[in-house]
């Protein structure tokens, strides 16, 4: 079966750090770009972050850029979200998707349950 | 920073037909970037409904279509059945934000 599981949300205080995890499992991890996109309480999608298969190229939303570092680890199948600096605003759940290249841009065909981030003091 | 624009709610009885448009401008869907649709069930991850603005993936009913002209785009949603009650986002890409974008959101309510 096709999955991914996040874990590593939790509370933060305002300005500390967090690590997101999300394990890939049933399908050939590294073959996949992957991205995170978050949902605060009672609000809409907004896209995150995404990282190429192997890593090498990565893109960021403006409102994370220079606080939070995508990367992954195909050898354990699993894609990591670094967050710094955090914010009230960054409060959300944070899910990992896994593209699907059927259209341009890519969409997001496989979703994990989502981490929880509360921030706050 | 949601640049595509949804009707925060749209509502029919069941069997009828509503449809969910997506706006956006010539730095996304009128730059010829697809438009991709997503269902979000009550306390659930969002799933793919529609990609490449109308093609369903495998399992998805044919009830649900999609379409896209200009700087917008459709999801039809036909013989509407109490399970479709979820919010339903759009997503493409925007080139001035150099990024992937979604839609605000809209709430079907099944009467």
């Known amino acids: 079966e096709v999955q991914l599981v996040e874990s590593g949300g939790g509370l933060v205080q305002p300005g500390g750090s967090l690590r997101l995890s999300c394990a890939a499992s049933?399908?050939?991890?590294?073959?996949?770009?992957m991205h995170w996109v978050r949902q605060a309480p009672g609000k809409g999608l907004e896209y995150v972050s995404g990282?190429?298969?192997?890593?090498?190229?990565?893109y960021y939303a403006n409102s994370v850029k220079g606080r939070f570092t995508i990367s992954r680890d195909n050898s354990k199948n699993t894609l990591y979200l670094q967050m710094g600096s955090l914010r009230a605003e960054d409060m959300a759940v944070y899910y990992c998707?896994?593209?699907?290249?059927?259209?341009?841009?890519?969409?997001?065909?496989?979703w994990g349950q989502g981490t929880m981030v509360t921030v706050s003091s | 920073q949601s640049v595509l624009t949804q009707p925060p709610s749209v509502s029919g009885a069941p069997g009828q037909r509503v449809t969910i448009s997506c706006t956006g401008s010539?730095?996304?869907?009128?730059?010829?970037?697809?438009v991709h649709w997503y269902q979000q069930l009550p306390g659930t991850a969002p799933k793919l409904l529609i990609y490449?603005?109308?093609n369903r993936p495998s399992g998805v009913p044919d009830r649900f279509s999609g379409s896209k002209s200009g700087t917008s785009a459709s999801l039809a949603i036909t013989g509407l059945q109490a399970e479709d009650e979820a919010d339903y986002y759009c997503?493409?890409?925007?080139?001035?934000?150099?990024?992937?974008?979604f839609g605000t959101g809209t709430k079907v309510t099944v009467l």
């Open positions: 049933g399908f050939t991890f590294s073959s996949y770009a």
């Open positions: 010539s730095s996304d869907i009128g730059a010829g970037y697809d």
């Open positions: 490449g603005n109308s």
């Open positions: 998707a896994r593209v699907f290249s059927g259209g341009y841009p890519d969409s997001f065909d496989v």
């Open positions: 990282i190429s298969s192997n890593g090498g190229s990565t």
């Open positions: 997503q493409s890409y925007d080139s001035s934000l150099s990024g992937y974008v």
